[in-house]
């Protein structure tokens, strides 16, 4: 039996940084070391006040608190502590490929392949290297073909390694909740020995049945499978929406009526401002790719689909805003309630906010962006626009008064004079506003645009707002 004492993490980011922290947690025998090459990320994750971690999770503070400095270690020295290791985790990204073969489509592993060269390099003894990140099938072999040439590297007598598949299945928002109680663990590999091992440390809290073995392959696509089956529930129900609103049905209610269903299940079907997150549309694209890559054209439009039904998704929600106002947003102020891609995170990667506040900006709207905990600067790299307050109006701009604009507040004192209210993330604080005193502050008339459908209707209408909430055929 391979015992474990020393871990190492590629990459302290979304899955890096928790998952790490959850094992430290669990087992107090290993240290665990998370390293990475952004320097400012490690001094967040090192940082005294834990309000300033680099992620916010809920849960994630506390078990930062309990370990860090025992035997959870956040730092740049890659090379040191791979050297120690003897199980390295690779958590790094793989975002879609910008340019060359597969662009648009296909990871980029270049993160993936720089991790394995290092690995290679400064691994000392037998190390279990482990893939976190989502790969496309059949990665883990270009990893051990780097490996193996260390292998056999003359000059590096001594070591050896084995590849484990052990994707991450927790959804940002809920990340501690699902490393701590998952639905199931996969490990792939062809090594029992190091499964094994891997198996080890999962069982100091995991139910031995909800731990899986495959083998590396079926691992690797099981991870791209779950992620498109629960994007194309989204879209689907999307789809439904926009015929709920078209019918008079109520998508609520057709949610509910089908989740009752045992087969079909109740989970993951509100509809809501198309699907955001770092994962989904990346990964279903890759699916893509890989099914075009053996030839499975159909495969790969059936999956492509559900991508492009969530692009017409959002667009369709600022075109909506637009026509309910009137026709036109140039010079009107409208509160968006939400930037980050759900509840419950900072991480505002493929957020629907993004593409629907640029849109509302090119049609000229003054926007208000309130986000209980996305910061200013990141919004302002996501619009790749200024906020307005920093910006010296020109005379030109003032009197045209047709640039499009935006500002930021940290408080939701902000709604006078405003012609609408967009909600695009379903934040506890936002379910509890009270629309009688926030009425009397806007134009009239003014709009509710509900796209989580998380107001209540009476609660809108007694306020003499007008209401859209997404999928709910039975507005006025
Ligand atoms: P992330 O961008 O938040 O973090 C990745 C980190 O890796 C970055 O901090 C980066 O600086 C670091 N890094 C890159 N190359 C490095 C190197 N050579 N050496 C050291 N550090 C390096 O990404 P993430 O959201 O944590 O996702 C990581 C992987 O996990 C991706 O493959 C993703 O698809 C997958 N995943 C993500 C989630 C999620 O909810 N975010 C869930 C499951 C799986
Ligand atoms: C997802 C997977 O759920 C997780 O298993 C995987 O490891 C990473 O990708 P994540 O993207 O963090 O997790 O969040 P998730 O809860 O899946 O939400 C993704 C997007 O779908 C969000 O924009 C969310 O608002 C949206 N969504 C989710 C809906 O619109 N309706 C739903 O019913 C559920």
Redesign the pocket.
């Known amino acids: 039996m391979i015992e474990v004492k020393n871990i190492c993490c590629i990459g302290a980011g979304y899955v890096g940084g928790p998952t790490m922290a959850v094992i430290a947690d669990k087992c107090p025998n290993i240290n665990v070391h998370v390293v990475d090459i952004d320097e400012e990320r490690i001094k967040k994750w090192n940082d005294k006040n834990l309000r300033n971690l680099p992620i916010y999770e809920p849960g994630l503070a506390k078990i930062v608190s309990r370990c860090r400095d025992v035997n959870l270690h956040f730092s740049n020295s890659v090379k040191e502590k791979i050297s120690v290791a003897d199980m390295v985790f690779i958590s790094v990204n793989t975002p879609t490929k910008t340019k060359g073969l597969g662009a648009g489509k296909a990871s980029d592993l270049r993160w993936v392949e720089e991790s394995a060269r290092q690995v290679a390099k400064f691994s000392k003894g037998h190390t279990i290297v482990v893939e976190k990140s989502t790969l496309p099938v059949r990665t883990a072999e270009v990893i051990q073909n780097i490996l193996r040439s260390a292998e056999q590297d003359n000059q590096r007598i001594g070591i050896s390694f084995n590849v484990l598949s052990n994707p991450?299945?927790?959804?940002?928002?809920t990340a501690i909740e699902d490393l701590e109680h998952p639905d199931r663990v996969l490990i792939g590999g062809d090594n029992l020995d190091a499964m094994n091992a891997l198996h080890a440390i999962y069982e100091r809290w995991v139910s031995k049945e909800k731990i899986l073995f495959t083998n590396i392959w079926s691992s690797e696509l099981a991870k791209l499978t779950?992620?498109a089956f629960?994007a194309q529930r989204?879209s689907s129900?999307n789809s439904i929406a926009a015929l709920c609103e078209a019918t008079g049905a109520d998508v609520r209610e057709v949610s509910r009526a089908i989740g009752t269903d045992s087969r079909i299940g109740s989970k993951?079907?509100?509809?809501?401002p198309g699907?955001?997150?770092?994962?989904?549309k990346k990964d279903i694209l890759n699916l893509v790719y890989l099914a075009e890559y053996f030839g499975l054209n159909e495969v790969a439009s059936f999956w492509e689909s559900v991508v492009k039904l969530n692009n017409w998704h959002q667009n369709r929600i600022s075109k909506l805003v637009v026509k309910k106002l009137f026709g036109t947003v140039t010079g009107k102020k409208i509160v968006v309630l939400g930037f980050s891609?759900?509840a419950n995170t900072n991480d505002t990667r493929e957020s629907?906010a993004i593409k629907i506040c640029k849109d509302l900006i090119d049609e000229g709207a003054e926007i208000w962006i309130h986000d209980p905990k996305v910061s200013k600067s990141q919004i302002e790299k996501d619009l790749n626009m200024e906020p307005y307050e920093d910006v010296e109006e020109t005379k030109e701009h003032k009197l045209l008064n047709k640039l499009g604009k935006w500002k930021f507040s940290k408080n939701l004192d902000i709604f006078d004079q405003a012609h609408a209210v967009l909600m695009l993330t379903e934040w506890e604080e936002y379910k509890n506003i009270n629309w009688e005193d926030i009425s009397k502050k806007m134009v009239n008339p003014s709009w509710v645009f509900d796209a989580r459908s998380i107001t209540e209707r009476s609660k809108v209408e007694d306020a003499h707002l007008n209401l859209w909430r997404v999928g709910d055929g039975t507005s006025k």
């Not at 991450?168 to 928002?173: K, M, N, P, R, T």
């Open positions: 991450e299945f927790l959804a940002e928002g779950a992620n629960l989204i129900i993951f079907l509100d509809s809501g699907f955001g997150g770092s994962c989904f891609f759900k629907a």
